[in-house]
């Protein structure tokens, strides 16, 4: 897949902006506040519908009254127009070849991409939560229809959630149960692939970055370990006294974490900062391997990484298409030799 170009309109700090993009290693280098992440956030949002941190609102320039954006992109040999609106209002409005979307997925369907930001860094330090959402957004990209299913177990669970609350009768729960097992045990089962190929895949490409003898491996944590619907089901009735004394549901896929281990230790509690990085680095670009040819979006990766890493960083990324920000002077990357090296696009904001 390929980003071809991208139309920016009141869309945070760009007024006005068109960029083309090239096929290979795109660079973006500018200074602080120069708009760089927004740009990607504007990538981003077109390849997706949303920002990954943002309302919608937000992105609209401050004195701006809306934003849009068109980007043309090749995916699969089709050339698709995308374009996106939102207002003061909070109308949206995407568009892909002239003609309106009715769900987000539609956009995830077609169009694959790898996301990397400074705050990647959250995946292994931060709480549960993000590394679910994590793991989900990669769930979605190999299966779309999974977003329904993320959408219903979320439903369901409310719905079990607010009758523990107010409890009377068991039998009624029983319907909450079997569907939550149901939606939970097809939930469970992606994850478990999904972190099964993206732990293979970065242990690939920790090897070839860093080119030491650590290892590192992902491991899957799920709240229910189970393999079929009947034994997620029982495990969810032994916890119901629990669940009414709490009033919520104390167990299920909505609790699930994975942990990364670097050299058998558990990264959240023993790694340094930079082998943190180095993680966070590994596993975006082993997402990448999980799709065919999806585009990279990289933000910043570059800091804190020498010389020898950053080239190996951009040995694997010239294979896609890779938009790739920095607020390097021009100068110093042409000192260190990575200009050199397969840069096919160079944009100075
Ligand atoms: N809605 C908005 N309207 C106008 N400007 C905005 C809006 N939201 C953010 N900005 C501005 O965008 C600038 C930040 O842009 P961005 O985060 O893309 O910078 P950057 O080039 O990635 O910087 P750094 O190298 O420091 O990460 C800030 O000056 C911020 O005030």
Not at 301 to 306: A, C, G, R, T
Request: charge should be neutral; glycine fraction near 4%; charged fraction near 30%.
């Amino acid at each position: 897949m390929i980003i071809k170009s991208i139309y920016l309109e009141n869309f945070r700090n760009h007024n006005e902006r068109f960029f083309e993009f090239k096929d290979g290693i795109n660079l973006i280098l500018g200074k602080n506040a120069s708009g760089k992440t927004n740009l990607l956030e504007a990538i981003y949002f077109c390849l997706c519908g949303k920002s990954f941190k943002s309302k919608d609102t937000n992105l609209i320039s401050f004195d701006s009254e809306y934003f849009k954006l068109e980007a043309s992109v090749l995916a699969n040999d089709v050339e698709y127009g995308i374009l996106c609106y939102v207002d003061r209002l909070g109308q949206k409005r995407i568009m892909i070849n002239e003609k309106k979307i009715n769900r987000l997925s539609e956009l995830i369907e077609k169009f694959k991409f790898v996301y990397f930001e400074p705050d990647s860094t959250e995946l292994i330090k931060q709480d549960p939560k993000v590394r679910r959402k994590f793991l989900d957004m990669e769930v979605a990209k190999l299966y779309p229809y999974m977003i329904k299913t993320f959408q219903d177990y979320q439903k369901a669970l409310m719905s079990r959630n607010a009758f523990l609350k107010s409890y009377d009768k068991k039998d009624i729960i029983d319907v909450y149960d079997i569907e939550l097992s149901k939606l939970g045990c097809q939930i469970l089962k992606k994850r478990e692939e999904t972190i099964k190929r993206l732990s293979e895949a970065t242990k690939e490409i920790w090897y070839k970055v860093f080119e030491d003898k650590s290892t590192i491996d992902i491991v899957f944590r799920p709240s229910i370990p189970s393999s079929s619907e009947e034994e997620y089901y029982s495990q969810l009735k032994k916890q119901f006294e629990k669940d009414v004394q709490m009033g919520f549901t104390t167990k299920g896929v909505h609790r699930d974490d994975f942990d990364v281990f670097i050299n058998g230790q558990n990264a959240k509690e023993y790694a340094s900062e930079g082998q943190i990085k180095f993680a966070c680095i590994a596993i975006s670009l082993a997402s990448a391997k999980l799709f065919e040819k999806p585009v990279l979006l990289l933000d910043d990766i570059f800091s804190e990484l020498d010389s020898e890493k950053r080239k190996n960083v951009l040995k694997l990324c010239k294979d896609y298409q890779a938009i790739i920000t920095s607020a390097d002077e021009k100068d110093s990357l042409v000192k260190t030799g990575l200009l050199s090296h397969d840069i096919n696009n160079l944009i100075q904001l």
